[in-house]
Nanobody, 116 residues
């Protein structure tokens, strides 16, 4: 069955770094565009960063540009999000999404908390 499993979340101080992973199985990863979303308490889910199926193009929310880097390894069926210079406003549950023309899948999310 299809699985997307996020990992790497946790508690970090402002200015710190975390690297999230999204390990996938059950579908042809290399044919799917991948996206990181996040949802903070009381707020709507928002796009953080996206990457094309072959990794040749990326897109970022203005709030994370220059601090976050999305990447993927199609040989490992895994997507990553390197998060640097973290701020308290980055606190949220982070979700990975796989999207083709017809199908979309979600992971269960991983909590990121930025606090001193």
């Amino acid at each position: 069955q299809v699985q997307l499993v996020e990992s790497g979340g946790g508690l970090v101080q402002p200015g710190g770094s975390l690297k999230l992973s999204c390990a996938t199985s059950g579908f042809t990863f290399s044919r799917y565009a991948m996206t990181w979303y996040r949802q903070a308490p009381g707020k709507e889910r928002e796009l953080v960063a996206a990457i094309t199926s072959v990794g040749d193009s990326t897109n970022y929310a203005d709030s994370v540009k220059g601090r976050f880097t999305i990447s993927r390894d199609n040989a490992k069926n895994t997507m990553y999000l390197q998060m640097n210079s973290l701020k308290s406003e980055d606190t949220a549950v982070y979700y990975c999404n796989a999207q083709s023309r017809y199908l979309g899948y979600w992971g269960q999310g991983t909590q990121v908390t930025v606090s001193s």
